[in-house]
Each structure stands twice: as structure tokens, then as C-alpha cells.
T-cell receptor, first 115, second 113 residues
Framework: GAGVSQSPRYKVAKRGQDVALRCDPISGHVSLFWYQQALGQGPEFLTYFQNEAQLDKSGLPSDRFFAERPEGSVSTLKIQRTQQEDSAVYLC?????????????FGPGTRLTVL | AQSVTQLDSQVPVFEEAPVELRCNYSSSVSVYLFWYVQYPNQGLQLLLKYLSGSTLVKGINGFEAEFNKSQTSFHLRKPSVHISDTAEYFCAVSLGTGNQFYFGTGTSLTVIP
């Protein structure tokens, strides 16, 4: 079966532009996570979905960040009015588990560069 | 908030030598522990995980890790490294009651021929 896929793999945006990053999780995976990985750092949690419900968005850095998963499958992370500090790799992960402890499967990430 | 500390940001080691990558975490509750590897321009791949049971966990590619509750550590080891092990390694913690992973800052392992 296919793993987690993300698109685009690379995105260059001018400061102030809006961007949308897509994540296709593994089929049947209930949980979906978004992480932000700055250069030289470990991934940091942004938000979590269980099916279509966004249960935790405590990691979103500002109200310019918005995520959705309307049908409980594909998810989109949107960043409005991008800033240079938004430059990072955005990772999506999915998991079978509804509770903690189970493996998360990661996609290859989208590298966002804001000029 | 939980924290995960990877004490060594860079570890150079000669081929066929043993290696240990250190990971410590802070938590007063039960945790699940993971090691992931990230090759250049690729996603994170699970090496091994500790959920419960035996404290010595074996993973892929000859790696193993030992959970030490009293020292809140989960160090990764391999008895003999290969050139292909050159990559970034991340330790991660998940709380038993939550879902998100807390990652360390990573250790860059470089295997020298």
C-alpha cells in the first residue's frame, strides 16, 4: 500500500502570499498530524485530527495557520499572508490509533521557502 | 510540557565501530518512546519503539534501544555501523494519555569510511 504523500514537495512563496499544503494519509488511518520542522530542529507539533474532527490545534503558531480535514481523509494546511519565519519543512503523519502510543507514519514533507 | 533531550547534536564514528545516541526525556507519567531516522530529503522512518514489556527493544537495520525508567532515558545503540547509517536520528515521546509526539532536536550520525 502507498504511504503518506504530500504535495507540493517544494513551495516558494513571496512574503504575504497564501499557500496551501496537501496531505494524503494512509487509507483507513484515523489520526492525522501536522508538524513543522525548522532547519536543524526536530519536528514540532502543529495540529491533530481524529477523522474530520480537529481535536488539538494548540501548536498552530498564529491565526494565519489553518488546517482542515473535511471528509476525514485528505488534509490541507493553509498559511495566510506568509512570513519569512514560516519557512520550514511541513510534515504530515497518520496513525491507525485513536489513542497515544502507536506509530505515526510520516510523509516526505513540503519544504516551504518564503522570500 | 514534555521535553526530549538529545545530548549530542553530531556524532562521527568510524565504519564498523559501535555507536550510542543518547536520549533523555522529562515525564512523570507513563510514556511511549520512539526512534526515527531521517535520510536526506526523505520523511521520518521508524527504527524502533517502546510501548511496554521488555526494556530492551530491537529495531530495523541492527539498531536496539534500552528503556531506563529510573534515568528517564532511551538510548539508541548499534554494535557495528555502516556507511549507509549516515543520517539524522530523532528520539520522540508520546504520552499515554495523548497523541502528539514530542521530538528531540536530532543527532546527526556520520559514519567515516
Amino acid at each position: 500500500g502507498a504511504g503518506v504523500s504530500q504535495s507540493p514537495r517544494y513551495k516558494v512563496a513571496k512574503r504575504g502570499q497564501d499557500v496551501a499544503l496537501r496531505c494524503d494519509p494512509i487509507s483507513g488511518h484515523v489520526s492525522l498530524f501536522w508538524y513543522q520542522q525548522a532547519l536543524g530542529q526536530g519536528p514540532e507539533f502543529l495540529t491533530y485530527f481524529q477523522n474530520e474532527a480537529q481535536l488539538d490545534k494548540s501548536g498552530l503558531p498564529s491565526d494565519r495557520f489553518f488546517a482542515e480535514r473535511p471528509e476525514g481523509s485528505v488534509s490541507t494546511l493553509k498559511i495566510q499572508r506568509t512570513q519569512q519565519e514560516d519557512s520550514a519543512v511541513y510534515l504530515c503523519a497518520s496513525s491507525l490509533a485513536e489513542r497515544g502510543g502507536h506509530e505515526q507514519f510520516f510523509g516526505p514533507g513540503t519544504r516551504l521557502t518564503v522570500l | 510540557a514534555q521535553s526530549v533531550t538529545q545530548l549530542d547534536s553530531q556524532v562521527p564514528v568510524f565504519e564498523e565501530a559501535p555507536v550510542e545516541l543518547r536520549c533523555n526525556y522529562s515525564s512523570s507519567v507513563s510514556v511511549y518512546l520512539f526512534w526515527y531516522v531521517q535520510y536526506p530529503n526523505q520523511g521520518l522512518q521508524l527504527l524502533l519503539k517502546y510501548l511496554s514489556g521488555s526494556t530492551l527493544v530491537k529495531g530495523i537495520n541492527g539498531f536496539e534501544a534500552e528503556f531506563n525508567k529510573s534515568q528517564t532515558s532511551f538510548h539508541l545503540r548499534k554494535p557495528s555501523v555502516h556507511i549507509s547509517d549516515t543520517a539524522e536520528y530523532f528520539c520522540a515521546v508520546s504520552l499515554g494519555t495523548g497523541n502528539q509526539f514530542y521530538f528531540g532536536t536530532g543527532t546527526s550520525l556520520t559514519v567515516i569510511p
